[in-house]
């Protein structure tokens, strides 16, 4: 059983920068790879970023791609996910997810345990 909570979010303008961060709770976090989703009002959930239980792979979605980074410190069992550039567009709500396997996914459904998310609204 994997715990999450996330932290970071808030109001940016456009342009800004904001980095979020994903407390995990539990043993071995090394096995879990770890993904950031992204859901904005009426829209579904999207893949932002994933990343390999050992920190030697990340994988981007389209959206945010050269505009974010993912990373991980296994030793505080958290994961961080960079965001630089931000648009109006990004607003959302941003959730942290941990899955059962080391490999990188960007389905939703791959993963089995979620944070409550946290809020980001970039202004105009």
């Known amino acids: 059983q994997v715990q999450l909570v996330e932290s970071g979010g808030g109001l940016v303008q456009a342009g800004g920068s904001l980095r979020l961060s994903c407390q995990a709770s539990?043993?071995?976090?090394?096995?879990?790879?770890m993904g950031w989703f992204r859901q904005a009002p009426g829209k579904e959930r999207e893949f932002v970023a994933t990343?390999?239980?050992?920190?030697?792979?990340?994988y981007y979605g389209d959206s945010m791609k050269g505009r974010v980074s993912m990373s991980r410190d296994n030793a505080k069992n958290m994961v961080f996910l960079q965001m630089n550039s931000l648009k109006p567009e990004d607003t959302a709500v941003y959730y942290c997810?941990?899955?059962?396997?080391?490999?990188?996914?960007?389905?939703?459904?791959?993963?089995?345990?979620w944070g409550q998310g946290t809020q980001v609204t970039v202004s105009s």
């Open positions: 539990g043993r071995a976090f090394n096995t879990y790879a």
């Open positions: 997810a941990a899955r059962n396997n080391r490999l990188l996914s960007t389905r939703s459904a791959d993963y089995a345990y």
């Open positions: 990343i390999t239980g050992s920190t030697i792979s990340t």
